[in-house]
């Protein structure tokens, strides 16, 4: 509670925001209420449970994992492939939109996640680590972690996704500010040899995959190939509504397509890992000063990597030790509108490519009764961190070269004090061949207060590392490089609980205050005019949330969810920041419609109201999705039906620093259909 | 005009966190209308609710039984994975008038002594060795490894879409002097000859 009393000057919104944190201590006891009702109830006895009800039950898949996610030093969401398929998920970012403190924005081009509060316009996912079975998705360049479209992995290769919130440097080091989002794909386990899924949708989207998985012995195979294509819509941007620009209609500028390519092998402890993925997205937006209405605006970005981890017990330590190269590269081409008329087009393309190696060394063990010790090293040796010189011909990549190593050590130790009491400590150095060394704590104090209880207390800090296109931005002679840019970091206060309410529902709400200092802003230099980016300003954000889940045997289950996050800027007058929606709401609802056999998948979304770039006040929206998923006994064949935007919504996400649109508009009701195939 | 102008015109007073709470709490009072019964379980926690089913709707000849009074013994082969589970299910529980037994085995000459025996998948022995062990006793071999029926185990679990569904050889059992019930039967996935 003392989180919301905190010492400042009296001003309007110091006063709205004590009125606003009086709803959240009327919910606090609500919540408490609850918790000790809950408490009360038992455990109904499965031996009870009839037979044909036992075949029914869903496991958690990950039951150590939603064990280990009410035992986690913080607040954490799974996602499972169940729900994946019957919410018609099409990417990552879809998972995302419906994960309690998470919201996502499209420019068009990329996909960008908000999270409690945060969402910077200009920010490329830095400030999240996105994972793939414990590989580091994040570029090297732009720190940019994809969720879109753009992003490496097919969503139906998707086994489980666990969501953390809060601040993770203690264990992962950069990017993990405000959370790690680890997927974890399938294996040959979970495929039975050939599964082939086509879907077709609205916009002229296709997309197909197929997919081998099949188990010799010790060596396990999993082969997966996807291909998409969508044409896209023809867009009305109001900005550009005069006769020179088409009336503000561009059409075949939308256009979408991509590739990927998974490869995982398993061997006793072994596995290797490849991955190919590449993406074509048009730009109708005219960003960066382009050209409206030309097909010649775009994106390829691919990203490819090779990883091999080994996974082994050495007496009483478990070792677990890997490798892996990665490349990433981008092309944009940007046809720049002539500042004079008459002039002529000139093509210039922003480019990068990035090249790194990582080895990575951890080991565990149990030291005495109830603790558990975790060493770990990492190296990251960025060989290539180049950017493309805009002022060269179209294609011709001339690269500025940029390269630096990243070393770590961290330790983690979870320590039953008593039977009640954990403790969950760890901290990471990071040494940066840039910046120098930044050391992060985390600590967490887990109370089970009551079978079914926990409460959680969560302190941690995080940091974001200067990216290379802040250090030396390669945007053009306007921008002068900041050798001396140091990372921005977090401060995380966050208090739990966690109960579950008889046996069928689990609620979780918490409380949470987060200070960020040293942001990196791009200021404009009073010398020469220039643009640099510098360690600049501070913000803060107070917020809650509460979480309702639950599942019954029959297939029916469902969570709903509200937040509210009050974030502003430590500046004078503390300004509310921009792109930070102040309550969102969340309900997702999966109703067996015929046995096991057809289910109905419900989503609802609701983002309260968004400042933009400009001020300007952008109107709150709700969502619904509707997806309908039959299957044939024995699963040979799914057939699924999608209705996204069901009530056509018509709603806008702000548009970023270089975009000549304050608020874009985002898709209306779009349809999709999906067949899936296993032989 | 700006089309952020346009928009901000349109907005005509977002709901109130009030009103969003409401939502949620109406939200709320439907969901927990709509649940059903049962919520979902550890994996191993079903499968040793599923082992005292098998007690329950598997028929054991009285010669498997020292006396009246001996206990109806479960047996766990290999790493244990049911930890204090099993022993939770089975605590006081009685099946046709006999009290539930778990302990582990770790060699043949004490698993012929068991009614159900659970084979872990950590158990490393080859099956042929395991049905020639238990060749003329009445003991029903779960299994928790893919092929374990194939390869002349009695029930096998297999996890599908999340749940625990399991395979039976009604040969094997029958082999073995056991009957089984038609309800276990129709409950299997996959029943093999």
């Known amino acids: 509670m003392f989180l919301f009393y905190r010492a400042s000057t009296k001003s309007p919104t110091t006063e709205k925001r004590r009125a606003r944190s009086q709803v959240l201590f009327r919910w606090l006891a609500i919540l408490a209420l609850t918790a000790t009702a809950g408490a009360q109830q038992d455990v109904k006895d499965l031996s009870e449970v009839s037979l044909e009800e036992l075949s029914n039950i869903q496991v958690y898949s990950a039951s150590k994992h939603m064990q280990s996610a009410s035992e986690a030093p913080a607040s954490v969401t799974v996602v499972t492939a169940d729900e994946i398929q019957k919410y018609g998920y099409r990417n990552l970012a879809d998972i995302l939109r419906s994960v309690p403190g998470f919201y ?103 997309e197909g995959r197929a997919t081998y998985g099949h188990q010799f012995h010790d060596l396990g195979v999993l082969l997966s190939g996807t291909f998409y294509n969508s044409q896209g819509q023809t867009l009305f941007f109001p900005q550009f509504d005069n006769p020179t620009n088409n009336n503000g209609i561009t059409s075949d500028t939308d256009y979408e397509s991509y590739k990927h390519i998974l490869a995982t092998l398993t061997y006793h402890g072994f596995t290797l890992q490849g991955l190919f993925s590449t993406r074509d997205k048009g730009v109708p937006t005219a960003y960066f000063g382009a050209v409206f209405n030309d097909p010649s605006d775009y994106n390829i970005d691919s990203h490819q990597y090779v990883s091999l981890d080994y996974q082994h017990p050495i007496g009483k330590w478990q070792l677990d030790a890997g490798t892996s190269y990665d490349q990433a590269r981008l092309q944009g081409p940007v046809p720049e509108a002539p500042t004079m008329a008459g002039d002529p087009v000139i093509l210039s393309t922003y480019s990068f490519r990035g090249n790194w190696w990582t080895g990575e060394i951890k080991v565990s063990r149990d030291l005495f009764e109830r603790n558990h010790l975790t060493l770990g090293s990492e190296v990251r040796d960025n060989l290539r961190q180049d950017q493309g010189d805009l002022l060269n011909p179209p294609n011709a990549f001339t690269p500025v070269p940029n390269s630096s190593l990243i070393t770590a050590l961290y330790v983690q130790d979870e320590w039953g004090i008593t039977s009640r009491l954990t403790l969950n400590a760890g901290v990471r150095y990071d040494h940066y061949s840039t910046f120098g060394g930044t050391t992060n704590p985390r600590a967490a104090l887990i109370f089970r207060a009551a079978e079914k209880t926990r409460l959680k207390l969560l302190y941690g800090n995080a940091f974001s590392a200067p990216d290379v296109y802040e250090i030396s931005p390669d945007f053009g002679i306007f921008y002068n490089d900041n050798l001396k840019l140091q990372p921005e970091h977090i401060q995380s206060l966050e208090a739990r609980v966690e109960q579950g309410l008889g046996q069928y529902f689990q609620l979780s709400s918490g409380v949470y205050r987060n200070r960020i200092s040293d942001l990196i802003s791009l200021v404009s230099v009073p010398s020469d005019g220039n643009f640099q980016y510098q360690n600049a300003g501070n913000a803060q954000a107070l917020g809650m949330d509460v979480e309702l889940s639950g599942r019954a045997t029959n297939g029916l289950q469902g969570k709903a969810s509200f937040d509210y996050v009050d974030a502003y800027s430590d500046s004078v007058g503390h300004p509310s920041l921009n792109n930070s929606p102040g309550p ?65 919504k018509k709603y806008f996400d702000p548009g970023r620093p270089e975009d000549p649109e304050d608020a874009i508009q985002q898709d209306g009701r779009s349809f999709r259909i999906k067949i899936t195939g296993r032989f | 005009m700006r089309i952020a102008n346009l928009i901000a015109a349109k907005v005509s007073g977002a709901p109130s966190p009030r009103r969003v709470l409401r939502m949620v709490a109406l939200l709320t009072l439907l969901l927990g209308i709509a649940y059903a019964q049962s919520p979902s379980a550890g994996e191993y926690q079903i499968k040793a609710a599923f082992l005292y089913n098998f007690a329950k709707f598997v028929e054991w000849p009285a010669s498997s039984f020292h006396d009246g009074a001996a206990p109806f013994q479960i047996c766990v082969m290999g790493r244990d994975p049911f930890g204090e589970v099993l022993l939770d299910i089975t605590r006081e529980k009685t099946v046709n008038g006999r009290k539930l037994e778990v302990g582990t085995v770790a060699d043949l000459e004490h698993a012929r002594t068991c009614h159900i025996l659970f084979v872990a998948s950590s158990v490393k022995m080859p099956m042929q060795q395991i049905i020639e062990g238990l060749r003329g006793a009445s003991v029903l071999t779960v299994g928790d490894t893919k092929g374990f029926v194939e390869q002349g185990g009695m029930i096998n679990f297999v996890l599908q879409d999340d749940r625990v569904q399991f395979d039976v050889s009604r040969t094997a059992v029958e082999q073995a002097g056991l009957k089984i019930s038609s309800k276990l039967l129709s409950v299997a996935k996959v029943v093999s000859k």
């Open chain 1, 584 to 648: 969102m709401a969340k309900l997702n609802l999966i109703v067996p419609l015929i046995d096991q056999r057809l289910s109905a998948g419900v989503e609802g979304q609701f983002l309260g109201r968004r400042l933009t770039l400009l001020q300007d006040s952008l109107s709150s929206y709700q969502v619904f999705n509707l997806t309908l998923l039959g299957h044939t006994v024995g699963k040979h064949l799914d057939l699924a039906a999608s209705v996204f935007n069901v009530l056509d």
């Open chain 1, 104 to 206: 996502v924005t499209y420019d068009r081009d990329y996909t960008f996640v908000g999270v409690r509060g945060f969402g910077r316009l200009g920010d490329w996912n830095s400030r999240i680590l996105v994972l793939i079975d414990g590989h580091r998705s994040n570029n090297n360049v732009l720190g940019q972690a994809m969720l879109g479209n753009e992003f490496l992995v097919d969503v139906d290769m998707i086994e489980r996704v666990e969501i953390v919130r809060g601040p993770s440097s203690s264990l992962y080091g950069a990017n993990a500010f405000f959370a790690v989002i680890n997927l974890i794909t399938r294996t040959s386990k979970q495929v039975k040899d050939w599964e082939l899924s086509f879907q077709t949708g609205s916009f002229g989207t296709n």
